[in-house]
């Protein structure tokens, strides 16, 4: 069978589908060995509304539109809940390795033995879905921008065990212009401004794609602590 040009092209572009980069960087680790904690403390991760970008495609806006929601309102609620999501993974994921996990608030009554995560939001980007779905492979990608840190309490208040970085964008699925032709793509942005604002579930405020981010940045997060609690020998190498 002849290897043909245009199979090359699409064996090209679905080894791009579902492909979402994160990067996650050590910026600090504490070498000392501490015991194993009674519990885990999760946080959810700080935020300023003004470090959240709405989506800047047409859909967003006619959604807006209709809407009628403020942009400061929408900005305070897309990092609520991507900040809830990442803590939400954290808990979950933290109790399947073994330790017991908690949501926290505040400073609990007794600290125990405990181990604090915590982190902000450096930036939510959502994009550009219009540019995603028409053009797709990373145009108006979204954009989740973190920082983590992890504390042990101890007698002379917390010690500061690992702090990293966390970076996780939406991928590189094709939209409509490489699965459809340019021509059939023409109509699809109005489609999907009309398909857009006319969604009633939580969507319409927080994107597919930045609530994606959210659970990757989890997914690394989290790999990162297991390898940080293994060393610590607190569980078992994985």
């Known amino acids: 069978m002849r290897f043909q040009p245009a199979y090359a092209v699409a064996v090209a572009v679905l080894a791009l589908v579902g492909c979402a980069p994160t990067n ?8 000392t060995i501490v015991a194993r904690p009674q519990r885990v403390l999760v946080y959810d991760f700080a935020f300023s509304p003004d ?10 806006r006619v959604q807006e539109a209709m809407q009628g929601t403020p942009p400061n309102v929408q900005e305070y609620q897309i990092g609520r809940s991507v900040a809830r999501i ?18 926290a608030y505040g400073a609990p009554r007794n600290w125990m033995n405990s181990v604090l995560v915590e982190g902000q939001l450096l930036s939510v980007d959502q994009g ?20 983590v840190q992890v504390y042990a309490t101890g007698e002379r208040g917390l010690q500061k065990l690992a702090e990293f970085s966390a970076n996780a964008r939406s991928g590189y699925k094709p939209g409509a212009a490489e699965t459809m032709g340019a021509g059939a793509a023409a109509g699809t942005i109005a489609t999907a401004a009309v398909v857009t604002a006319g969604t009633s579930v939580l969507s319409e405020t927080l994107s597919a794609d930045v609530q994606a981010d959210a659970k990757r940045t989890a997914d690394a997060v989290a790999a990162q602590l297991q390898q940080y609690f293994a060393q610590q020998g607190w569980i078992a190498p994985q």
């Open 24 to 31: 996650v960087q050590t910026q600090f680790e504490n070498d």
């Open 51 to 60: 470090q959240v970008q709405l989506d800047s495609g047409i859909a967003a």
């Open 86 to 103: 990442i803590s939400d993974q954290l808990v979950a994921k933290i109790s399947a390795m073994g330790l017991p996990a908690e949501h």
């Open 128 to 147: 550009n879905r219009t540019a995603r779905l028409v053009i797709g492979l990373g145009a108006g990608h979204s954009d989740v921008d973190s920082e």
